[in-house]
């Protein structure tokens, strides 16, 4: 059984020098072309005097701009598309972590047909007793963990995906990112990890998902033999 939630993705900023550049030059040489045509439109004695004698470049050579640049901007975001990563997180609770033996997996892959490197990796959680914290990183998820009496390779497994990784392009290979036992599950109710990466483009997205509330909502839609598991783990681990 495969469990692919609802995750938000958004875009940061784009790149600066294909994207915010040639717009700017857009809409100045559009904004001389419209001068340039009210210029030209003017009664011969005022074209002669100030301010309207002013002029940078004739509206041919303003048209012609005006083109290539509008050009330029639409094939960039062909461009843009069609290199663009795409991350999608699959929840499995079949599958069993090769680190331990989980009762939920959460990996991502890059299905998109662009490179995706990663920026950054934050976390943010709420606990079963209503503890939060926002916007940490690896090393204070995992100290957090152990303060509760969770150890890395024991009761969970979580990948420590750092600055300039790169995720291939349209591949169906899964990064565990994360994997857990029952006791883990018992002390969160979410975990929303947010990974910041670029694409080809130089366009930098955010990509946040809950790797800890599907396994949750998987176990209120489990089967009767799964629930029974459930109440087994209950008795020994206190879930």
Known sequence: MNSRNTSSLKRIKRNFINFAIP?????????NLVWEVVRRNLDPGLNTQWPWRFSV????????????????IIAREQFAKSTSAALVFVGDPAERSRYLDSVWTESVSNRGPGRCVVESVRY???TSDGRSQTAIGWLEVVEFFGKRGLRLGTHYHLANIGPGVTLPASTEKCVALIAYRWEL???LDSLVVTIRYSDAAGD???????IIAPAHEWLRHATPERSRMRALARRFVGF
């Open 185 to 187: 599950l018992r002390e």
């Open 23 to 31: 717009v700017s030059a857009l809409v100045l040489i559009v904004g």
């Open 124 to 126: 943010e959680y709420t």
């Open 57 to 72: 470049v004739d509206s041919t050579v303003s048209a012609n701009l005006v083109v290539l640049i509008a050009g330029f």
């Open 204 to 210: 930098v997205y955010e990509r946040t998902q809950d």
